[in-house]
């Protein structure tokens, strides 16, 4: 059944297109989405009952131990994602210095606490008097950095940082699919010298500064509305020309296509290709983000959406090859 569905339905309102266009190779098919931090600070062994919460750098030492907290607030995430597959999460924070016989990793942890920006200290998540200089916190928001408890105790990810670097990304892709399924909570992350005990750190710019620590999304699929995303209706995509909705009812395309009738890749939006008539996902070398399979005519390919079961197929058709079909 390897067939564009949607080469019937040009057929059937008399578009089919002669052209036939391969796939744009090396275009990007994810877009990305970047989040600035909503809250930073830096923890520290000997001021264990102070806050830095407003300073703008964030510190990692090994002696005396510093550590930098970073979250980013759940309801962005979940507006940023927007329902699309994560492909990737990116943890990235701007180096401020290193120290200059730094020669050690850096470890982003999963924080297990829930934490404030202006309470967090050393020895409490939320010291709710963060300027008396004694500890202001039940043992439901305390924790122990000493003991190394409220963080997860296998990093996420280790980077190496070093003098004149630029930036540090981490990758934490398995702990923002995790925040977004619920099976963790989102409290973000602890940034720490690997080997702590010989002196010595990278310290980053904090929000505060004005170049906040990120977190680079790259999805899967298209934003909503754009080509590729799902669609009941044309009025459900939008925003670039022609825009069109190859619906499920109309083009067996699970969730729908979000699309425009195309001759060549100037009249689709960038990172999509015309094909076959119709702006579609490309696939890169073959493959598709999830949520999204690669549809090879021979002579074309584009990145459609998968179905797993006949349950996800409307209109009494079966899930054949990743596809919508009708028996038959
Ligand atoms: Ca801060
Ligand atoms: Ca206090």
New binding site residues.
């Given amino acids: 059944m390897n067939k564009l569905m949607w080469m019937k339905a040009h057929a059937q309102r008399g578009l089919v297109s002669a052209a036939l266009i391969t796939a744009v190779a090396g275009q990007a098919q994810a877009q990305d989405a970047t989040l600035n931090a909503d809250?930073?600070?830096t923890v520290k062994e000997f001021s264990p009952v102070s806050n830095f919460?407003?300073?703008t750098a964030l510190r990692t030492n090994g002696l005396p131990r510093e550590r930098t907290l970073v979250r980013f607030d759940q309801s962005k995430l979940v507006a940023a994602v927007s329902s699309r597959p994560v492909i990737s999460a990116s943890l990235e924070l701007t180096v401020q210095d290193v120290s200059l016989l730094f020669a050690n990793n850096i470890a982003a942890h999963r924080v297990s606490k829930a934490w404030t920006?202006t309470g967090a200290t050393w020895s409490c998540a939320n010291d709710t008097t963060p300027t008396n200089l004694v500890n202001n916190c039940t043992t439901a928001n305390a924790w122990s950095m000493t003991l190394g408890t409220g963080y997860a105790s296998t990093p996420s990810n280790t980077q190496r940082v070093t003098r004149g670097q630029t930036v540090v990304k981490f990758d934490v892709t398995a702990d923002v699919k995790a925040f977004l399924s619920g099976s963790q909570v989102n409290n973000g992350w602890l940034l720490k010298v690997v080997l702590e005990g010989p002196p010595g750190g990278a310290n980053f710019r904090?929000?505060?500064s004005g170049v906040a620590p990120r977190l680079v999304l790259d999805l899967g699929g298209s934003a909503p509305g754009q080509v590729g995303a799902p669609c009941t209706s044309d009025a459900g995509c939008g925003g670039y020309a022609n825009a069109t909705c190859f619906t499920e009812a109309e083009f067996a395309i699970p969730g729908g296509y979000c699309s425009a009738y195309c001759t060549d890749n100037s009249q689709c939006p960038s990172s999509t290709a015309c094909v076959q008539g119709a702006c579609a996902l490309p696939c890169n070398n073959g493959t598709c983000g999830a949520g999204y399979f690669c549809l090879d005519t021979g002579s074309a390919q584009a990145c459609l959406p998968t179905c797993s079961s006949d349950a996800d197929c409307t209109g009494g058709r079966s899930c054949e090859n990743n596809n919508c079909v009708t028996p038959g």
Avoid: L, N, Q, Y
Wanted: charged share 60%.
């Fill in positions: 809250a930073d600070t919460g407003k300073d920006e904090a929000r505060e």
